[in-house]
């Protein structure tokens, strides 16, 4: 059974209608939710909100997912990161590897899948 321990996860996914549904489950589920649809808000999200794991769409507007990731890594933010994508791009797999990613899933996902790698 999953159990959320009052996490709180950073939301980035640039699609608002997925972004409703996941974020709807993830509340459902007892996690606390903040959400985005784009890196350059996430960052300032991520330095006024204390966040347990990051869970973004590898496809984003102003920055790709792995670029953000890339980023914080580069500052030492070693926060957990789940990185969603429609694509099996085995270069961008190898790349989430090397940045410590703790999971990589491939939409469509099913909903326990999502729940189980926060």
Not at 53 to 73: M, T
């Amino acid at each position: 059974m999953f159990t959320s321990q009052n996490l709180s996860v950073l939301y980035i996914e640039h699609d608002p209608e997925v972004r409703q549904k996941i974020t709807r489950l993830m509340r459902e589920n007892g996690l606390q939710v903040i959400e985005t649809d784009n890196t350059l808000d996430a960052c300032n999200l991520f330095r006024m909100h204390e966040v347990d794991i990051i869970l973004l769409d590898e496809q984003l507007p102003n920055k790709s997912g792995i670029d953000f990731v890339h980023c914080l890594r580069g500052k030492e933010v070693l926060t957990p990161v789940v990185i969603t994508t429609e694509y099996t791009n085995q270069n961008m797999l190898l790349e989430a590897i090397n940045l410590d990613i703790t999971r990589y899933l491939v939409k469509p996902y099913p909903q326990y899948e999502l729940l189980n790698a926060l």
